[in-house]
């Protein structure tokens, strides 16, 4: 139970504050190397100012913090109290339908032979160029209120929906509009380079991202990353490299699709640009894990995609059994409708075989490393951002066990209840 002095507001503003969740039979402080995570039981957190200030003990934290003094107190008897969640990687900001498209996967017609067709990537880029800007700001919020409500307190979100300067100014506006005032906070990434436009080959294209996008993305001063999509009949490797070198010039951090459906030098590439993060992976090899792992790229498996198109899931024990941590994501987008990254656990879990613990650590600390997060984000520790969720399940495993119904109760957005 709930008790509060004041009203809720999105963002938290008012200084002085002070938050307290206790009693919880568990809290998930923050990431471990031998078991995943570090799970402290019948325990709390106190933050203050939407910091966290002491966590451990429930006695121990309300000995120096006493609900009398907080400005909120949350009773988590019996529930389970996590870091909120982190979204590494979405393409959240689009416009249409393509649930006709699911129909004819089901009946054999591959991803690529849609996209070949004019389909996939291209027919959402048509419904992006037609939509108002305003609606494109409506459909992104609606998504980033069911993500709230699934425990998502960060979230990235990309362009490459209109592979033109235009559109893709529009789009970085409209990701900016919708993250104002909303509690989530929305990271930007410009994907200009998402597939080749029509009437376009890709050399031609290459060049207008690099010389006629990036300058004017650059001076618009929304996007944080510059993502390419790597992979057999989109983009090559040393076109990716391009874009991305480019990016960087610009200020971009690289991100970079990988290995989705051929392993053609993806990862190769995300370790000579130094990118933060190499994401799909599903065909990579021995050799690609050793080039990201080298490199301190860190692997964003995306088990939903694979869930969604039938196909096998990456291989996420072969870098976790190398010591090298790995991010989830749900990579959201028409063609893998979900916003629920305790799906993504229990998929992680059941497809990929990382333990629950595991799985909660690739949510929260190790999807918060594919952002480039060094502030604590995605842990309950001292110093961190006071983001966190409580789920009504007795223990964290639960999160991946239970895949029935939304097990969150509450989510705190620097010590701030935004969803109840």
């Known amino acids: 139970m709930r008790e509060s002095s004041r009203e809720d507001a999105s963002k938290p503003a008012a200084s002085g504050e002070l938050t307290v969740v206790h009693n919880a039979a568990e809290v998930v402080v923050g990431p471990d190397d031998e078991t995943g995570v570090v799970v402290s039981e019948d325990a709390a957190f106190a933050a203050v100012d939407g910091t966290i200030v002491a966590v451990g003990p429930t006695d121990d934290v309300l000995a120096e913090y006493p609900l009398h003094d907080a400005t909120t107190?949350?009773?988590?008897?019996?529930?389970?109290?996590?870091?909120?969640?982190?979204?590494?990687h979405t393409h959240a900001l689009f416009a249409g339908d393509r649930s006709d498209e699911f129909v004819s996967k089901l009946q054999g017609t591959t991803y690529e032979e849609i996209l070949a067709a004019g389909g996939g990537i291209l027919r959402t880029v048509d419904a992006v160029r037609e939509a108002s800007d305003d609606e494109l700001v409506s459909n992104l919020s609606a998504h980033l209120d069911a993500m709230l409500a699934h425990g998502t307190t960060t979230v990235e979100v990309k362009t490459g929906y209109g592979l033109d300067t235009e559109t893709e100014l529009r789009m970085l506006d409209a990701?900016?509009?919708?993250?104002?005032?909303?509690?989530?906070?929305?990271?930007?990434?410009?994907?200009?380079?998402?597939?080749?436009?029509?009437?376009?080959?890709?050399?031609?294209?290459?060049?207008?991202?690099?010389?006629?996008?990036?300058?004017?993305?650059?001076?618009?001063?929304?996007?944080?990353?510059?993502?390419?999509?790597?992979?057999?009949?989109?983009?090559?490797?040393?076109?990716?490299?391009?874009?991305?070198?480019?990016?960087?010039?610009?200020?971009?951090?690289?991100?970079?699709?990988?290995?989705e459906f051929a392993a053609i030098g993806g990862t190769a590439v995300a370790a000579e640009v130094e990118a933060v993060s190499a994401d799909h992976l599903l065909a990579t090899d021995d050799d690609g894990r050793e080039t990201l792992v080298d490199a301190?790229?860190?692997?964003?498996?995306?088990?939903?995609?694979?869930?969604?198109?039938?196909?096998?899931?990456?291989?996420?024990?072969?870098?976790?059994?190398?010591?090298?941590?790995?991010?989830?994501?749900?990579?959201?987008?028409?063609?893998?409708?979900?916003?629920?990254?305790?799906?993504?656990?229990?998929?992680?879990?059941?497809?990929?075989?990382?333990?629950?613990?595991?799985?909660?650590?690739g949510i929260t600390s190790a999807a918060a490393t594919a952002l480039g997060r060094t502030d604590g984000t995605g842990t309950l520790s001292s110093g961190s951002p006071a983001d966190a969720v409580v789920l009504d399940v007795p223990n964290a495993t639960h999160l991946s066990y239970r895949f029935d119904t939304n097990p969150v109760e509450t989510v705190l957005k620097a010590g701030v209840v935004v969803h109840e």
């Not at 107190?73 to 590494?88: E, H, Q, R, W």
């Not at 009437?199 to 993502?227: K, R």
């Not at 996420?316 to 799906?343: I, K, Q």
């Open 73 to 88: 107190t949350i009773d988590a008897s019996g529930k389970t109290v996590l870091p909120g969640f982190v979204d590494p």
């Open 175 to 259: 990701i900016d509009r919708a993250s104002e005032g909303h509690p989530v906070d929305v990271v930007p990434t410009f994907m200009g380079a998402h597939a080749v436009p029509r009437g376009m080959d890709a050399d031609e294209y290459v060049e207008e991202v690099v010389s006629e996008q990036l300058p004017a993305v650059a001076e618009q001063g929304v996007a944080e990353f510059c993502d390419v999509f790597c992979e057999r009949g989109v983009f090559t490797a040393d076109q990716s490299r391009r874009i991305l070198a480019a990016g960087r010039e610009f200020g971009l951090t690289p991100k970079i699709h990988a290995d």
């Open 296 to 361: 301190g790229v860190t692997p964003v498996m995306l088990p939903g995609t694979a869930f969604g198109l039938g196909a096998e899931y990456a291989d996420a024990r072969a870098f976790l059994d190398t010591g090298h941590e790995v991010a989830l994501a749900t990579d959201f987008n028409p063609n893998c409708f979900t916003r629920s990254m305790g799906f993504v656990a229990t998929l992680a879990s059941v497809g990929m075989r990382m333990t629950p613990h595991e799985a909660i650590r």
